[in-house]
């Protein structure tokens, strides 16, 4: 699926090729242009003021060789300090105007540095959370936070001071050599022949700069996916021990990435002597040539000591501009990646014409449904089911039976391959996102806590309930007795994934979340797994209140969960094979009763 080919874009491109290569560059390119679009203007602006500013920088060679050459002799052959004070005055106002000019564009620039990444790091959010599962399953998250992260902040160097470096280096090269050439034209050949040596040996750096940062991008994704996914698993690290072998493979991505960039230091540390040895030779040509003319009357000191401030001033910006390409390398290889997440497409998208559906009954129908995730081994095998509306339901089944998959189709997470799945005779794929929300709420075996108060959490699909919503809602779970104990109460802050309460009081505090919402169709994928007996009777309990009146699908191993259930199916390879109340498969043979069988074995 698309999330397989656009994910692993920017990651390695070896494996592209050319045509590929070139796509993705100009995938980032047009990412780029889009974000600079709306701010033409600005641009523009900066723009302008950057070439003033370079323009008024390129006076002051010119400004000492007319003072040397005119204004001085003025003074020691006439005693007029007229021409004098002119150069001098005309000197300080290009110094302080070029300084003035510099300082707004720092600014300008600045401005629309942090406006392009305000847009772009709201983009990446945007389209991350709106993708479906599928991309989620299969990208890992210390990818996505090295996106939103890492890569973003190395856009944001070469937005900053990148650009700031190419821009002054060209156009500082470019007007110090037509002023150069009004100079004295003859000064302006020595350039002219010391640009092929400083070609190739721009163009070699540029070459060894892209491959070197493009494997640093890859790798230090990769440090940090390992950073992530450690510090993420800590639990169950500790429980295996797993620290010498984390800090081995750790550090080996530490030192390939130090590698990494010990290759682009030595890059930069062989660019930088060849462009003052190029540099040098110049300087030392146009002196010779230079020298030789004034001794022969063809050319005066000023203009000598003009040509030379001119020369020196032509390759002290290239060193700017191998700055630029360092930054422009790791740049583009974060812009690819970033455009490569802003590419990947739902695979369960926004419906075009969305039906609504204020108030939903509950009735759900699996009509002919075919459904395989991307590996490509199909999980339901044209599947029928029909549950009526406030009918609680119980799936049973050894692991890999489909169980799980049926609640991700009712849950939209994914879409069937072929068929459709309805609620009260809307297909899902046609359904107004928002009304499905409200109608169709899971409660999984993960019960994920956000940083924030108890209330908070509770309250996450209503957030406009009131405290004593909220307090009802926990207190018809169970939970309210526990919440009561803590140091604040429902204010209690739950910290980092609810890292204050216990794994069952998560639950029944995901508990407390869904039955805040009152959807009309309840999902428990496996919901009472981290509960204990006594919370897990309790839960029963209140469930059986609780669900009186709406549908429910109750995946669950733990047979006891099952006894409230109005009907139990029992799936094998993505197909029903017993459909019947609890008691008539019990008193039966089939393969229910042999897993309840063996359930009452084990309590024993």
């Known amino acids: 699926m698309s999330s397989t080919v656009h994910g692993t874009a920017g990651e390695?491109?070896?494996?592209?090729?050319?045509?590929?290569?070139?796509?993705?560059?100009?995938?980032?390119?047009?990412?780029?242009?889009?974000?600079?679009?709306?701010?033409?203007?600005?641009?523009?602006?900066?723009?302008?003021?950057?070439?003033?500013?370079?323009?008024?920088?390129?006076?002051?060679?010119?400004?000492?060789?007319?003072?040397?050459?005119s204004a001085l002799p003025?003074?020691?052959?006439?005693?007029?300090?007229?021409?004098?004070?002119?150069?001098?005055?005309?000197?300080?106002?290009?110094?302080?105007?070029?300084?003035?000019?510099?300082?707004?564009?720092?600014?300008?620039?600045?401005r629309v540095t942090q406006n392009v990444l305000l847009d772009l790091r709201t983009r990446v959010f945007r389209h991350t959370q709106r993708l479906s599962l599928e991309f989620h399953e299969t990208y890992t998250s210390g990818r996505i936070i090295s996106r939103q992260t890492s890569d973003l902040d190395t856009i944001r160097e070469l937005l900053n001071g990148g650009l700031n470096q190419l821009v002054h280096g060209v156009l500082y090269g470019a007007f110090t050599f037509i002023a150069l050439a009004l100079v004295d034209w003859r000064s302006s050949l020595v350039l002219?022949?010391?640009?092929?040596?400083?070609?190739?040996?721009?163009?070699?750096?540029?070459?060894?700069?892209?491959?070197?940062?493009?494997?640093?991008?890859?790798?230090?994704?990769?440090?940090?996916?390992?950073?992530?996914?450690?510090?993420?698993?800590?639990?169950?690290?500790?429980?295996?021990?797993?620290?010498p072998r984390n800090e081995v493979e750790f550090g080996g991505l530490a030192k390939e990435y130090r590698e990494v960039n010990m290759r682009s230091i030595r890059l930069f540390g062989t660019f930088e002597p060849g462009l003052m040895a190029i540099s040098a030779c110049a300087i030392g040509a146009v002196v010779l040539w230079g020298g030789v003319r004034v001794t022969t009357g063809e050319f005066t000191a000023g203009l000598l000591l003009s040509a030379v401030l001119y020369v020196r001033n032509f390759f002290s910006p290239l060193?700017?501009?191998?700055?630029?390409?360092?930054?422009?390398?790791?740049?583009?290889?974060?812009?690819?990646?970033?455009?490569?997440?802003?590419?990947e497409e739902l695979t369960v998208p926004d419906p075009v014409r969305p039906v609504r559906l204020e108030e939903a009954r509950g009735h759900l129908r699996f009509d002919r449904v075919t459904f395989g995730y991307a590996s490509g081994r199909t999980i339901l095998p044209s599947f029928d089911l029909d549950i009526p509306a406030g009918q609680t339901v119980a799936l049973v089944g050894t692991t890999g039976a489909g169980k799980s998959t049926l609640a991700k189709l009712l849950s939209r997470f994914y879409d069937p391959t072929a068929g459709s799945v309805t609620l009260d005779g809307i297909d899902l794929r046609e359904l107004d996102g928002r009304d499905l929300?409200?109608?169709?709420?899971?409660?999984?075996?993960?019960?994920?806590?956000?940083?924030?108060?108890?209330?908070?959490?509770?309250?996450?699909?209503?957030?406009?309930?009131?405290?004593?919503?909220?307090?009802?809602?926990?207190?018809?779970?169970?939970?309210?007795?526990?919440?009561?104990?803590?140091?604040?109460?429902?204010?209690?802050?739950?910290?980092?994934?609810?890292?204050?309460?216990?794994?069952?009081?998560?639950?029944?505090?995901?508990?407390?979340?869904?039955?805040?919402?009152?959807?009309?169709?309840?999902?428990?994928?496996?919901?009472?797994?981290?509960?204990?007996?006594?919370?897990?009777?309790?839960?029963?309990?209140?469930?059986?209140?609780?669900?009186?009146?709406?549908?429910?699908?109750?995946?669950?191993?733990?047979?006891?969960?099952?006894?409230?259930?109005?009907?139990?199916?029992?799936?094998?390879?993505?197909?029903?094979?017993?459909?019947?109340?609890?008691?008539?498969?019990?008193?039966?043979?089939?393969?229910?009763?042999?897993?309840?069988?063996?359930?009452?074995?084990?309590?024993?």
């Open 437 to 604: 929300r409200r109608a169709i709420v899971m409660v999984t075996q993960e019960a994920y806590l956000f940083s924030g108060t108890v209330a908070d959490n509770i309250a996450l699909g209503r957030p406009d309930a009131t405290l004593d919503e909220i307090k009802e809602a926990a207190r018809a779970v169970g939970a309210d007795a526990f919440i009561e104990t803590l140091p604040d109460g429902y204010d209690t802050d739950v910290n980092k994934r609810g890292g204050r309460v216990s794994a069952g009081q998560r639950q029944l505090i995901s508990f407390a979340r869904a039955f805040l919402a009152d959807p009309a169709v309840l999902i428990l994928d496996e919901a009472t797994a981290s509960l204990d007996i006594p919370s897990e009777r309790m839960i029963q309990d209140a469930l059986q209140t609780l669900l009186a009146d709406r549908t429910a699908i109750i995946i669950a191993h733990r047979l006891s969960t099952v006894a409230i259930a109005d009907r139990v199916l029992v799936m094998e390879q993505g197909r029903i094979v017993e459909d019947d109340t609890p008691d008539a498969l019990i008193a039966g043979t089939g393969r229910f009763a042999q897993l309840h069988a063996a359930w009452k074995g084990s309590l024993v």
């Open 192 to 243: 002219v022949a010391a640009f092929v040596p400083l070609a190739l040996l721009m163009r070699w750096f540029y070459v060894n700069s892209q491959r070197a940062y493009r494997v640093s991008r890859v790798v230090s994704a990769k440090l940090i996916v390992k950073f992530v996914e450690t510090m993420t698993g800590i639990r169950a690290g500790k429980a295996f021990r797993t620290e």
């Open 12 to 69: 390695d491109r070896s494996e592209f090729t050319r045509e590929e290569n070139r796509a993705i560059r100009r995938r980032s390119w047009r990412l780029l242009l889009s974000l600079l679009a709306p701010l033409k203007w600005q641009v523009v602006l900066v723009a302008s003021v950057v070439v003033a500013q370079t323009g008024v920088r390129v006076l002051g060679p010119a400004l000492i060789g007319l003072g040397i050459d």
């Open 74 to 110: 003025a003074v020691l052959d006439r005693a007029d300090w007229g021409p004098a004070w002119f150069v001098g005055t005309a000197y300080i106002v290009t110094a302080l105007g070029g300084a003035a000019l510099l300082a707004w564009y720092d600014m300008l620039a600045a």
């Open 319 to 343: 060193q700017e501009v191998a700055m630029f390409l360092n930054s422009f390398q790791a740049a583009s290889a974060a812009l690819e990646k970033v455009s490569g997440v802003l590419e």
